[in-house]
Each structure stands twice: as structure tokens, then as C-alpha cells.
């Protein structure tokens, strides 16, 4: 059974910085590509930022020059890096990965539980 984990929550001050972490484990075969979502308070959830097998990657037009995505395929792991946070980025983040079955070698998507970034002074 695939179990991710996030980490790296927490409350910062507009301007600071924070690492989001999302690890998968269990059995699987590969994963293919690994995203961050994120949803505010009132608002619908968003893509923030993915990254493919290849290392090619996407942003959201309003994290672009602050927020950078990468992976670590040895430890199943996606990164989100956060720099020059601003009020407007508080919201629960969300990784999303899809995991490729070691027996049916079928893609399933798996969602991480959440982590609350708040962003305030």
C-alpha cells in the first residue's frame, strides 16, 4: 500500500521562506509526475506547481520567481521550495503523484493528506 508524507508546514511572516516535503512509500513501480496543489480558505483548489519524470516542470503564473519545484527519485520524494511568501499564499498544500502499480503496472493517483501554510505577521 502507497502512504505519502508531508512536512514543512507551518506560520511564517510575509517575505519568509518555507520547504514543503512529500515522500511516498511502500511497493510501487515508478512514479511518474508529482505535483503540489493548494486550496485557500473560500476558494477552489489550485495547481501551484508539477514536475514530470524528466525534470521538466510548471507553474502557476503567481508563484512563478518564487516557488521551485523538484524531485529526488532515489527517495521518492517532491520538494516545494517557498521564497517571498506573501499573505496571499495561505492555504493547505497538497502533493499529488501518480504512482505507477508494481503488479498491474497501471498509473493510480494518490493525494497527500495536506499541510497548512499560513503566512501572516
Not at 520524494?77 to 503523484?97: F, G, I, K, R, W
Request: glycine content about 10%; overall charge neutral; hydrophobic content about 30%.
Amino acid at each position: 500500500q502507497v502512504q505519502l508524507m508531508e512536512s514543512g508546514g507551518g506560520l511564517v511572516q510575509p517575505g519568509g521562506s518555507l520547504r514543503l516535503s512529500c515522500a511516498a512509500s511502500g511497493r510501487f513501480f515508478s512514479i511518474n509526475n508529482m505535483a503540489w496543489y493548494r486550496q485557500a480558505p473560500g476558494k477552489e483548489r489550485e495547481l501551484v506547481a508539477d514536475i514530470g519524470n524528466g525534470g521538466n516542470t510548471n507553474y502557476a503564473n503567481s508563484v512563478k520567481g518564487r516557488f521551485t519545484i523538484s524531485r529526488d527519485n532515489a527517495k521518492n520524494t517532491v520538494y516545494l521550495q517557498m521564497n517571498s511568501l506573501e499573505p496571499e499564499d495561505t492555504a493547505v498544500y497538497s502533493c499529488h503523484l501518480d504512482i505507477r502499480d508494481s503488479v498491474t503496472e497501471l498509473y493510480r493517483t494518490y493525494w497527500g493528506k495536506g499541510t497548512l501554510v499560513t503566512v501572516s505577521s
